[in-house]
C-alpha cells in the first residue's frame, strides 16, 4: 500500500473528459491503495450546491479534502474553501507565481501539479510550496535535468493524478523519485510534514 496518493479525481470533475464514470469516490474506497487518500478534483465543477455534496462525500470515506485549481480565475474561490490542501497549476506567468505565494503564505498546503509539463520555472516558487512528481506527465521530458537543481530547496510528494481506476498507482513517479533520490514528504496522519525514503 503506498503511503499516500493526494492527487486523485472523480466523477466530481464533471467536465473532465479523462475522467471515466466507474472513477467514484466509493470505488476509491474499496481499491484503498494508499494508506492516506485526498480527493482533489477540479474546483471549476464545485461551486454550491455541488462543494457541500464533495465535501461530505470526501469526508464519509475519511479522505482528505483537496481542489485542483487549473486556471487563476478561479484561486480566490478555491482560498475561500475549508481545504485541507490545494493542488496548482503554475503556468510560467507572473499571476500564476503571485497566486503561488498568496497560497503558499495561507498555512494551507500547497502541492505545485506538473510543474514540467507546464514549464513552471521553479526558482520562482517560495520555498513554502510542495513539488509533485505524478505519473501522468513525468515520462515525457528529461525529469532528471528539470528537477535536479531543486532537489534541496523543495519537499515533494508522489501523486497518480488518476482519472480512471487503472491509474490508481505511482509506479512511474516512484522510480523517479528514487532516481533522484527525493526523500517524500507526507502532509497528513501520525506522519505530518515528514520525508521518507
Not at 466523477?11 to 480527493?39: K, M, N, W, Y
Not at 475561500?80 to 503554475?90: G, I, K, Q
Not at 517560495?126 to 521530458?141: D, G, L, M, T
Request: with cysteine.
Amino acid at each position: 500500500m503506498l503511503p499516500q496518493d493526494l492527487h486523485i479525481h472523480t466523477v466530481f470533475s464533471s467536465g473532465d473528459g479523462a475522467v471515466v464514470p466507474q472513477q467514484t469516490i466509493d470505488l476509491i474506497a474499496s481499491v484503498r491503495h494508499a494508506e492516506t487518500i485526498g480527493i482533489s478534483d477540479h474546483v471549476e465543477y464545485l461551486h454550491e450546491p455541488v462543494f457541500t455534496d464533495y465535501a461530505a462525500t470526501v469526508r464519509k470515506h475519511g479522505f482528505r479534502l483537496g481542489v485542483e485549481i487549473v486556471d487563476n480565475n478561479d484561486v480566490d474561490f478555491a482560498m475561500s474553501l475549508p481545504l485541507e490542501y490545494r493542488v496548482f497549476h503554475c503556468y510560467d506567468d507572473d499571476r500564476s507565481y503571485a497566486n503561488a505565494e498568496r497560497m503558499a503564505e495561507s498555512g494551507t498546503p500547497l502541492i505545485i501539479a506538473h510543474p514540467m509539463a507546464l514549464g513552471t520555472n521553479l526558482g520562482r516558487l517560495p520555498r513554502e510550496c510542495i513539488v509533485e512528481i505524478n505519473n501522468r506527465y513525468i515520462w515525457r521530458n528529461d525529469w532528471s535535468s528539470f528537477y535536479t537543481p531543486w532537489l534541496n530547496r523543495f519537499r515533494f510528494i508522489f501523486s497518480s493524478d488518476a482519472h480512471q481506476p487503472n491509474w490508481l498507482n505511482q509506479n512511474v513517479a516512484r522510480y523517479v523519485g528514487r532516481e533522484l533520490g527525493i526523500r517524500e514528504t507526507l502532509l497528513f496522519g501520525d506522519r505530518k510534514q515528514i520525508s521518507v525514503a
